[in-house]
Structure formats: C-alpha cells, structure tokens
Nanobody
C-alpha cells in the first residue's frame, strides 16, 4: 500500500508558476513509476506527465510540454510538478499517482492515487 498526499496548489495569475509536491509513504517509493493527472469537474481525468522509477525518463502531454517539468527525489519519497507559464486552461484538480508495474499516460496503469490539489489560473 502507498499513501500519496499532494500539496502546492492554489490561485495564480496567467503566466505565473506553481510547484506541486506529492509525498509518498508506505512501500518503497523508488519501486513506483509516478505520474501527474488533472481533472476538470464533469470531464475525464487527463494525463499530464510521468517519470520513471529512477527519474531518468520523463514523458509529457503535448498541452504542457515545454512548460511543465516532472521530477522526483527517491531520498525524500516525493515527486514534483513544476508548472511555468500557466494558462487559464491549466485550471483543474491535479492528482499524483503511483504505478507498480507500469505507468505511461493511461490512468488504469496506476495503482494508487492522492486526493488531489486544486490549481486555479485566473486574473
């Protein structure tokens, strides 16, 4: 079992930045592929980014490529999402997820989810 707790969301103006954190507890953090997803009420959960167990490989949705950066610290059991040049369409609840066998862009590949942290981009 892995428990995930996101933090760092909030209100930011367009063009601004936020850094989300996701702290993991439970089983060995480094054994999990980690991902970030987001969801707008009434819409399906959308893939944002994923990172390999070692942190050497990352993959992003086209909508955030070049603006968002996913990283992890296995020593701190934490995965991060640095979000720059934020746009109003980035407004959503952001979730981190852990996958024990696989990851990628499909939510069904992830075994554990956090409770989400809201991000609002508005002037």
């Amino acid at each position: 079992q892995v428990q995930l707790v996101e933090s760092g969301g909030g209100l930011v103006q367009p063009g601004g930045s936020l850094r989300l954190s996701c702290a993991a507890s439970g089983r060995t953090f480094s054994a999990y592929i980690m991902g970030w997803f987001r969801q707008i009420p009434g819409k399906e959960r959308e893939f944002v980014a994923t990172i390999s167990r070692s942190g050497a490989s990352t993959y992003y949705a086209d909508s955030v490529k070049g603006r968002f950066t996913i990283s992890r610290s296995n020593a701190k059991n934490t995965v991060y999402l640095q979000m720059n040049s934020l746009k109003p369409e980035d407004t959503a609840v952001y979730y981190c997820a852990a996958g024990g066998r696989s990851g990628g862009m499909y939510s069904e590949n992830y075994d554990y989810w956090g409770q989400g942290t809201p991000v609002t981009v508005s002037s």
